[in-house]
């Protein structure tokens, strides 16, 4: 969802689609790293020694409480740095990809 919009509106902007797709999934990696980091804190702290003995709610009030909102995003520019950059490659190949198998299997529908 977010690649296909963010595509979208690059789409007048860049007329090269390997670099829209690139620059689409890579913003589509940030915005899952931003959306999921926070659960992924909570998950990692309730994980780990004591955590069987932790709820989600109380995890998430004690990292609020301790850190304040970001203690929610601890970690988050590692994360950042490897998602994004795997995102951005991953669309870019999978629609390059695509795209040669689409023009190779219509061209010969043409002939």
């Known amino acids: 969802m977010v690649f296909a919009d963010t595509k979208e509106r690059?789409?007048?902007y860049i007329k090269n689609k390997i670099i829209g797709d690139l620059i689409a999934g890579g913003f589509a990696g940030f915005c899952s790293v931003m959306f999921?980091?926070?659960i992924?804190?909570?998950?990692t702290k309730m994980q780990g020694v004591g955590g069987e003995k932790l709820t989600v709610m109380g995890t998430a009030k004690n990292i609020l409480e301790k850190q304040g909102p970001l203690g929610f995003y601890a970690g988050v520019v590692p994360r950042l740095s490897r998602v994004v950059?795997?995102?951005?490659?991953?669309?870019?190949l999978f629609?390059?990809?695509k795209r040669a198998v689409t023009s190779l299997f219509v061209g010969n529908k043409k002939q």
């Open 36 to 38: 999921n980091n926070p």
């Open 10 to 12: 690059l789409s007048p």
């Open 95 to 97: 629609h390059s990809i």
């Open 85 to 92: 950059l795997d995102a951005a490659l991953t669309f870019s």
């Open 40 to 43: 992924d804190v909570i998950k």
